[in-house]
């Protein structure tokens, strides 16, 4: 019975999570699209929050990333001993220390932008990260809550607040982004940004609300104060846990200072004009990675479900059962990334001309930059789930290090890449493509190693790959078809819908899905009868 309740905490956790992820992605997607375009910022506009983000994420990494991951894994450890006081104060006293994190930081990012943004050639997007900079704050004390929840293995309330945090940034950064166009495309992508603030704060506030009834409702104890020695040994356990996440997690927004960095001043140093280099970043840096970041939402969703249901599973040292859980993780994950890799190659010019039809040169531009980052998405996938599982084993450190080894080597592939003028922009992706590879086979060989995994798993891809290679080839001759008769926009609709069907009836005819597979999947209920 218990391992059938942890099993189904895990997959209704991950299912939950990953459909709200889905409507964030999309709430982003369409907010994304709109500000875009020429008639709103635009893509200077765009270049200046796609400079900000990175800078804002690696703050956020340090400061909350970990912590959340640590939380997680302590509640959950207290949790499964029945040990309710500890699980209690331990929270309290993250949570007060994530309240001061957070001041620090958003002071720190505020009085540090023009540094930033000058010395980057940047200068316009100063007021984008004055305007974001108080979000930290908020984020920093949600860091804490939805540790707890997650350690509990309910993630609707983090998700949930996910979904307000979104609406927040959305609809007030969309109203503010209008009111602020008129005083020039840098001031609309500030207000765009003033939204992120807006949507934390009421995050933090749903959060409050959440946990107060959960813990009327489950009856724990109120937080005792601590002493002076045991507030310094919880502080210590929560950085043991927490600094090498923050340190992994750091390096995803990197990625994107090191592309902010590189990008324009090597496309300038090859002879671009300043706003064309500018406009070639955008392509990168805000088209092709807002579409790139879609399908990991439901990566994220995996791995977060996952690193509780393995932490409880080694604690409970049911071996048979968390060697099940982790092929399953894997393995839904895939299935899904190798989807998303082969769309997005094969429609890149469609989805991007859909989405952002003019000016032209975004489609254009874009277009190869797509086509190389699709095949990252694999590789992220990769990373990610096996991520989640090895935090969930206690191999923080050892997943961290992986990534840090991986960027490492695309910041060295970029610096030269970047600067080829055969090459030019897409050294980015290239370079960001290989040291994903290197991220994800160092956390698959650390995975083999440490609970002595065979690679049968390899074995069970083999199908849903090929049924992805077969999708993209009934993709790419239905939008053909359909491009002559109904133009681009109704066509791509069409091609991704038969390629969503295709590949589900090619997974059920190869067999590459069973009961557990589909657990994670909307509407499995109507889909089990298809599979054995």
Known sequence: MNN??????????????????????????????????????????????????????????????????AVAKIISTYDVKGEMQAKENMFRLVRNVMIVVGIIFSIFLYLVSPIICNTADFSSAIYSMNAISISVIFVSIMSAYRGYFQGHQNLKPFANSQLIEQLGKVVFGFVFAVLFLPMGVEFS??????????????????????????????????????????????????????????????????????????????????????????????????????????????????QVSILPAVSSLLTLKDDEKLMQTIRTGIKVVLIIAFAAAVGFFTLAKPILSLLWPTPVSIAENAEPIMKIMAFTIVFIATYHSTSGILQGLGKQTRNSLNLVIGITIKAILAYYLLRMDSIGVLGAAISTLIGFIIAATLNVITLMQTVKSDASIIKELVKPFTAALLMGVIVYFSYLGLNFLLGNSIATIFSVVIGAVSYFVLLIYSKSLNRDDLQFIPGRRYLERFVK
Not at 7 to 20: D, E, N, Q
Not at 41 to 66: D, K
């Open 189 to 302: 992508a500030a207000g765009s940004l003033l939204g992120v603030s807006i949507g934390g704060f009421l995050g933090v506030l749903y959060l409050i609300y959440k946990r107060n009834r959960f813990v009327k409702m489950m009856n724990l104890p109120k937080p005792q104060k601590l002493s002076f020695e045991e507030t310094k040994k919880g502080i210590r356990k929560i950085f043991y846990y927490a600094i090498p996440i923050s340190i992994g997690a750091s390096v995803i927004p990197l990625i994107g200072m090191i592309d902010s960095r590189l990008i324009k001043t090597s496309l300038i140093g090859l002879g671009y004009a300043p706003e064309l280099a500018q406009k070639l970043y955008s392509y990168h840096a805000f088209y092709v990675m807002s579409l790139v970041g879609f399908p990991t939402i439901l990566f994220t969703a995996v």
């Open 4 to 69: 059938k309740k942890e099993k189904s905490t895990f997959i209704s956790s991950a299912l939950f999570f990953g459909a709200i992820g889905v409507v964030i992605k999309v709430l982003g997607a369409i907010y994304k699209i709109i500000l875009g375009r020429e008639a709103f910022y635009g893509e200077l506009g765009a270049s200046n929050v796609a400079f900000v983000y990175p800078y804002y994420s690696l703050l956020l990494a340090i400061s909350t990333a970990g912590v959340t991951s």
